[in-house]
């Protein structure tokens, strides 16, 4: 009980770490998703390719593979200098973005075409049916898969300690070996996971029935 005691503050700080570098990555990611699935459905073949080789690079090699590329590989090159957390928010962003935009393009075409030909007929542009039209009913579609992508991601995280993020997991490795109880020091981590995801998926449920997501 000591050991928790003592150690639950030390590791309070590493999940700022933690939350900070997922909220981040999570958000980019799905920027980068949304351009990635757009990419995708674009009739111009030179964009659709880009974008599906990134998708399959990207699902195709591990998680911490493409950490090492970004931060060992990319730091090799003498106009590039990453420090540890900006290149582990760059990893959870493109491997979370690769996924979202697989889910992104799946709910856009999910949506019946006849509302965009119904657009089109009221005078929306392109781009206009795509904003008002397209994506706020494909969102309330995708909002479950997401919230799946969210928790693996968030999960992913954990990996970044390996570059040496002082994240909750790299002060739980600390803790371990200078209490020399690890027991009680990943008990404790393990529950501070499960109560963030448990939340995270309680925020997602609320905001599917907010949405009336069938």
Known sequence: MDTIIN???????????TLYIFVVAIILGFII?????????????ILNFIALVFVNAIRGTPFIVQLFFIYFGLNTLEFISLDRVPAGIITVAINAGAYFSEIIRAGIQS??????EAARSLGFTGGQNMRFIVLPQAFRRMLPAITNQAIISLKDTSLLSIIGIADIMQRGQVQASATFDPLNVWLIVGVIYFV???LLSLLASYAERRFDIK
């Open 33 to 45: 998703g949304l351009i990635v699935a757009l990419f995708r459905l674009s009739p111009f073949k």
């Open 111 to 116: 949506i019946d075409k006849g509302q965009t």
């Open 7 to 17: 150690a639950f503050p030390y590791l309070m700080d590493g999940l700022q770490t």
């Open 196 to 198: 963030i995801i448990y």
